[in-house]
């Protein structure tokens, strides 16, 4: 029993030094958040906003909404806050592999400790399995979306390595714990709701599994084809259901959201009838040589905030001598050093690493394993893909084609898969270098993957004189200094000069940089192979400059700067003095905010929804019937004041030009409901549209044709409306009541936004048809009489989706109980001593063993 405990103890120390140097890491780099600070982010910012009003709802009544009334004038709930009832079994596990760390280091050490995972698995040696995990989790663009608030796309990045290392296990016949944990972390990722990340990892997984397949194909090894692929399925499903009401949800409102399309999209726009169109699809996309950005951080001038002292930019120098009205034009942000194809919000490059990507192109000449070549080709595939607009006839062709691809936007986001795939390619062609045997042949291999290596430096090279460093902000520069006058012009075009030329400085400065660490680490490595250092010095070395490599990189990004003490931060909800006047009203009305500019009001608005109930906001996924009435009537004012009246807007909110906030009341909005006098039918959605930018909308309703057959026009007679009346009584977001009374025949239109998937209405106990009015709002016909009228949200999605989850969870129990017991019995997991030469074959039955410590 001792010399088992003794035994455990030493197998286990190698992981055990792995967490705490995964821990030292994440606490240290993320210092600030134990010290009583807060990391700022603009996206959770908006995010506070929004949820808001959910939070207050559950204050009062334990539990959260399931419709949201902040922001858009209504919208549903639960893809902003969800209901802790709904939260699934598996999601518990997540504590514990975070070991209850605090924001922002458990997500590094997340994406560190499933990355090792997965090198376990591979059968990488811990040492290696360190290297690799710090590399993924610190990949810059892991730090630049940490620093402006992408929480759920960082989980999910930090969670891919384990689905793929599970996947492993199935493949190479270690089904139990491979089917328990991709249930689990297909769980996790699923919960986090960013289904961009979970589709680019159902990329990875095809690739790993064609990979696979071939191998079982050429080898007549149909049975367990057929068997891996079945149990893969299985176990994927059970991860899902397991999150059945976030996936439920999700897909019922995504068919109403801008991802599902918009009923007047014409093929040119940013939406088609059934998704995102081209526009809005290849926004973000990058230069067919952006991506070497994953290599060379800085080759198209890092981005759109980096700002330079006067001292390192000749730019910042003519800026500081240009009259004030020109420096105006430039904005306060100062010279714009970004020059990709991204655009104007590109917050920094996913930058890989030099010495991993180094390790990795190498390991294309030097490695002959099964993961070599699918590899490959995923990673050219996405990188293809990340060319978005800029090669429009194979992504042209994968939006209309792919399933579910023109859901997605920011082709740019899908340099995640060659990030992690750099990555493993790196740990495995270090493994192999280390345990490599016959090193002559080695040799000549690494030298093939270093002349291709030189070739890429070589072409960056010649770029580095052909780029004209030009890019559509300088010629939007130029543009407006035509207007005013020939001096301005010259000015600015003396300002455009230098600024082009910091960019090319840039340029030259990152490959120098990415060239210096490049030769760094192949002058070690090429030392080991000539057994000239021994094999835990290279990876000393090798560990030390790769995790210094990106570091460095991510300080620019993600600092002690984005934290602040939580007293200050707590200032950016703060109310004024005209929220605070606003607030003292209790009625149940609206607010229009135009104290930023109008297209931050209404799309990237959330922060008003902290305090009011808002007609703009902030969310990917809002209603497309609203986005439509955004894009069509609202960027319009004030020309459009009958939509602004119906959507029962109280307050509009200026910034007044003396300083300070104005605040305006609408005495012509409608309030919460109203009878008309009569309703106008219109044949499509596009006249429906047109309609409503001259109309009253007091005395007349628009309706679409199609539900003629469904309305009882009101009476006409002209006493009929002189005693009709119709009150809000309350309106607890999910739930709506109404009091009516007339003595003719009404049609009533609610300043509520139509919303097909789950709201019913009720006359006393009698269930009405809700009628789509005035586009975006719900209509209900009236009988003569006194009525009550409540509207209740009860969408089938949510609903059958937590019991559906509940089944999925004690499922996930039951697997978790019979992996423990087939453990217990067969042992096949026990972690033993092999030799180095040993290789990991499909056939081998033991789970992941560990090479014996290395030696010469």
């Not at 200032?571 to 104290?595: C, E, G, H, P, W």
Request: charge should be positive; aromatic fraction near 12%; charged fraction near 15%.
């Amino acid at each position: 029993m001792k010399k088992l405990s003794k035994d455990l103890f030493r197998s286990s120390l190698p992981h055990l030094i792995a967490i705490v140097v995964f821990v030292v890491v994440a606490v240290v780099y993320c210092r600030p958040a134990y010290e009583n600070k807060v990391l700022e982010q603009e996206d959770v910012l908006q995010w506070q906003g929004m949820a808001h009003n959910s939070f207050k709802y559950k204050e009062t009544h334990g539990h959260f909404p399931l419709w949201s009334n902040g922001m858009f004038s209504g919208m549903p709930a639960y893809q902003i806050a969800m209901d802790s009832q709904s939260v699934s079994i598996p999601n518990l596990f997540y504590s514990l592999l975070t070991l209850y760390l605090k924001k922002p280091a458990s997500f590094f050490f997340l994406a560190c400790i499933c990355f090792y995972f997965l090198c376990g698995v591979l059968r990488v040696h811990p040492s290696i399995g360190i290297i690799g995990g710090l590399a993924y989790a610190y990949a810059t663009y892991n730090a630049v979306i940490v620093a402006v608030g992408h929480d759920t796309k960082m989980q999910s990045i930090a969670l891919l390595p384990g689905i793929i290392g599970s996947l492993i296990l199935i493949c190479e016949r270690k089904y139990w714990l491979g089917i328990v944990l991709t249930s689990l972390f297909t769980a996790l990722m699923v919960s986090f709701n960013h289904m961009q990340i979970v589709y680019y990892t159902m990329i990875i997984a095809g690739g790993l599994f064609l990979g696979y397949a071939i191998s079982w194909i050429r080898h007549r090894e149909y049975r367990r084809l057929v068997r891996t692929l079945a149990l893969v399925m299985g176990a994927t499903l059970i991860g899902i259901l397991s999150n059945a009401v976030n996936l439920f949800t999700t897909f019922d409102s995504s068919q109403e959201t801008i991802r599902g399309g918009s009923e007047l999209a014409d093929g040119k726009g940013n939406y088609t009838h059934d998704g995102l169109g081209e526009q809005a699809a290849f926004d973000f996309s990058m230069y067919k040589l952006e991506p070497f950005v994953m290599f060379i951080p800085d080759i198209y001038g890092g981005s759109t905030d980096l700002q330079l002292p006067p001292d390192r930019s000749r730019a910042a120098r003519v800026l500081q001598k240009l009259p004030p009205r020109l420096a105006a034009q430039i904005g306060e942000s100062g010279p714009r050093y970004y020059w990709g194809g991204v655009g104007e919000l590109f917050s920094g490059p996913p930058y890989v690493g030099a010495i991993i990507i180094l390790l990795a192109l190498a390991g294309f000449f030097i490695l002959d394993n099964k993961h070599k070549w699918w590899i490959l080709a995923v990673c050219i595939a996405t990188i293809v893909m990340s060319w978005g607009g800029y090669f429009p006839a194979f992504n042209r062709f994968l939006l209309r084609y792919l399933p579910m691809y023109n859901k997605f936007r920011a082709p740019s986001m899908i340099l995640v898969v060659p990030t992690f795939l750099f990555c493993m390619m790196a740990v495995l062609t270090l493994q192999e270098i280390v345990q490599a045997e016959n090193r002559p042949a080695l040799w000549r291999r690494y030298v093939r993957g270093l002349l291709f290596i030189a070739g890429i430096f070589i072409l960056l090279a010649g770029l580095y004189f052909r780029f004209d460093y030009a890019s559509e902000y300088d010629a939007g520069l130029l543009k407006k200094a035509a207007t005013l006058g020939d001096g301005a012009v010259q000015m600015i075009q003396t300002f455009v000069t230098a600024l082009r030329g910091d960019r090319q400085q840039l340029f030259a400065q990152s490959i120098l940089r990415s060239l210096g660490l490049v030769l760094g680490a192949a002058l070690v490595i090429t030392l080991y192979i000539r057994r000239i250092i021994r094999p835990g010095l290279l990876l000393a070395i090798i560990g030390c400059l790769a995790f210094a490599d990106v570091i460095t990189i991510d300080l620019n990004y993600l600092n002690d700067d984005n934290y602040k003490a939580r007293d200050d931060y707590q200032q950016n909800f703060a109310a004024t003095n005209a929220d605070s006047t606003i607030m003292a009203d209790k009625d149940y009305f609206r607010v229009f905010d135009l104290r930023d500019s109008m297209s931050n009001t209404l799309t990237y608005g959330a922060m008003t929804a902290y305090f009011h109930q808002s007609i703009g906001g902030y969310h990917a996924a809002r209603l497309k019937i609203y986005e439509d009435l955004i894009s069509r009537q609202l960027f319009n004012f004030p020309h459009c004041t009958p939509v602004i009246d119906m959507l029962n807007t109280k307050y509009i909110i200026r910034r007044a030009t003396a300083g300070g906030d104005s605040i305006v009341q609408n005495k012509a909005s409608l309030g919460p409901v109203w009878f008309v006098h009569g309703v106008q039918f219109e044949p499509t959605a596009k006249d429906v549209m047109n309609a409503l930018t001259q109309f009253d909308p007091h005395g007349k309703a628009i309706l679409f044709t199609a539900d003629s057959a469904r309305v009882s026009p009101p009476d006409t007679t002209a006493d009929a409306h002189d005693t009709a009346k119709i009150i809000l009584v309350k309106n607890d977001n999910d739930e709506i009541t109404y009091l009516s009374q007339s003595h003719h025949r009404q049609f009533a239109v609610f300043s509520e936004v139509y919303y097909s998937r789950g709201w019913g209405a009720w006359i006393d106990d009698k269930e009405a048809p809700i009628i789509r009015t005035n586009y975006v709002l719900r209509g209900l016909s009236i009988p003569p009489g006194r009525h009550v009228i409540r509207f209740f949200f009860r969408p089938l999605s949510y609903y059958l989706g937590r019991q559906i989850q509940w089944m999925a969870s004690i499922i996930f129990l039951l697997m978790v109980v019979g992996a423990t017991i087939v453990g217990m019995r067969e042992s096949p997991f026990a972690l033993r001593n092999v030799s180095s030469s040993e290789k990991c074959e499909p056939s081998s039955s033991a789970y992941p063993t560990l090479p014996s410590p290395l030696k010469d």
